[in-house]
């Protein structure tokens, strides 16, 4: 992408609204415009991310069995009203009515919806387990919508069911999620910490909430030193083996939210002891048949007999991930993106833009690198030095090559990594050579 013909509308000052880091960058990289209150526009070089985010959450979802599909955003009150929930939810929902008086909502979340499905389609045992996810948008009408995409209204959720014979197969299913979320934010490249959360009237251990540390996160944290040492991303996972003993890898460790922390066990911890800020990004919940039983899903067992499927939901904020991943990882002259995520993975800064040998260098670099299957963003306007190399540090792509008349006459350029900071003078043919290699 020429940067001349994009769509990237940056901004040099620090927009007043915004609070955090991640919503200033955001807004000063030309990822997002606020619509109203907690409703964004995702700009080009935004949604690009944010598809990216997804990518990694639908190839990670697919490759432990669960399916995607789509269910729609305005939903019927009436399903509400059969699990309870249409009168319990207050006023987060946003109501709406149609034409013909029909009570409507914009869904908040899709328990109800998922398990209409599955009671009209399964009936029998030999369909069970069933995995389904869908990635959809969610509005849920904050009180407070703040931290721009991290706390929004309008936001995109994956959110994914499980339905089960019983709860001892259901906590099969919960662990594959456990371990499927695991591998996803590993991939984001963020330190994901499960956290224990409550059950409510349901019981049980199996709901826990996924905490990925950052600097400037919204609440504290405790956990033990070794959350920091494990790595999720390169593990191959046979997700028909038995996962409990890595669920408990995770499990048996201390880690607590603000609200559970433990100060009496923490001070037996000494120096295996670590306190962090963190964001919740992710929530797996195993809840029996809170729903399923008001709304009827039953199947039949081998033997004949009827039962109530047991089922749980599994949530990733995949919007608010956008936010978190630059929570995470960013310095003072703006965000660095992961390779796994980056909008693009090279910027190339024509240093002077204009100049016949300089545009022509540039150019052959810029095609190079995209017959190589490499997504460059080349900065081709005509502008000063400092305002392109402002520019790309605040958009943060992994690697930045830079080419100006001095170098290029030796046929040299400076390859920078934005994470490091690293910068090398090398020969055109290196540069290219390396970034295709890395
Ligand atoms: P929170 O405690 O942050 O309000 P929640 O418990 O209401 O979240 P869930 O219903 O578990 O959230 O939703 C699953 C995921 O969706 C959350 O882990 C979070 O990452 C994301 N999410 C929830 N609410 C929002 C929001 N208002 N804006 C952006 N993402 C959100
Ligand atoms: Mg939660």
């Known amino acids: 992408m020429r940067l001349s013909r994009y769509f990237l509308p940056t901004l040099k000052e620090n927009p007043a609204e915004a609070q955090v880091t991640s919503h200033r960058l955001m807004l000063r990289a030309g990822m997002v415009r606020q619509s109203s209150a907690g409703i964004y526009s995702w700009l080009p070089f935004g949604y690009k991310v944010l598809m990216n985010i997804q990518r990694i959450v639908e190839e990670e979802q697919d490759a432990m069995g669960c399916h995607q599909m789509l269910m729609p955003t305005i939903q019927a009150a009436d399903l509400w009203r059969e699990s309870g929930r249409y009168d319990a939810y207050g006023p987060e929902m946003l109501r709406i009515r149609d034409r013909h008086d029909r009570d409507m909502l914009y869904g908040p979340t899709n328990e109800e919806q998922i398990t209409e499905i599955f009671r009209d389609a399964v009936k029998s045992y030999r369909d069970v387990p069933s995995l389904l996810y869908h990635i959809q948008w969610k509005f849920r009408d904050e009180v407070r ?16 069911y499980s339905f089960d014979m019983d709860d ?12 499927s979320y695991l591998r996803i934010y590993a991939r984001l490249g963020l330190k994901v910490i499960p956290m224990a959360a409550d059950t409510g009237p349901i019981g049980g251990d199996m709901s826990h909430e996924f905490l990925i540390l950052a600097k400037t996160g919204e609440s504290e944290i405790a956990c033990h030193k070794d959350f920091l040492e494990m790595d999720w991303a390169e593990r191959e996972i046979d997700f028909d083996s ?6 408990d890898q995770f499990t048996t460790k201390y880690a607590a939210t603000d609200e559970k922390r433990d100060l009496e066990h923490e001070s037996t911890l000494g120096d295996d002891l670590v306190t962090a800020r963190g964001i919740e990004v992710g929530h797996i919940f195993h ?8 709304l009827g899903a039953r199947v039949t067992t081998a033997d004949g007999d009827e039962v109530t499927v047991s089922m749980g939901s599994y949530g990733v904020g995949v919007s608010r991930l956008v ?5 995470a990882s960013h310095d003072d002259d703006g965000i660095i993106w992961p390779e796994s995520i980056a909008p693009f993975k090279v910027g190339l800064i024509n240093l002077k833009s204009g100049d016949e040998a300089c545009d022509s260098a540039c150019l052959g670099m810029y095609n190079d690198l995209r017959k190589a299957g490499i997504d460059v963003l080349m900065d081709d306007r005509e502008i000063r030095a400092g305002g392109k190399f402002a520019d790309m540090d605040l958009i943060g792509l992994p690697w930045q090559l830079i080419a100006g008349p001095r170098g290029l006459k030796d046929g040299m350029v400076e390859l920078k990594n934005r994470a490091t900071g690293e910068r090398e003078d090398m020969s055109i043919d290196s540069a290219i050579a390396k970034l295709t290699a890395s």
Request: charged share 30%; hydrophobic share 40%.
């Open 168 to 179: 001892e197969s259901g906590r099969i299913s919960y662990n594959k999620f456990f371990v």
């Open 323 to 327: 936010g978190a991943v630059i929570e």
């Open 242 to 247: 038995d996962l409990q003993p890595i669920v």
């Open 145 to 160: 919508p703040r931290f721009g995409v991290m706390r929004g209204r309008e936001f995109l959720m994956k959110d994914a």
């Open 287 to 294: 809840f029996g048949t809170k729903y399923s039983d008001p």
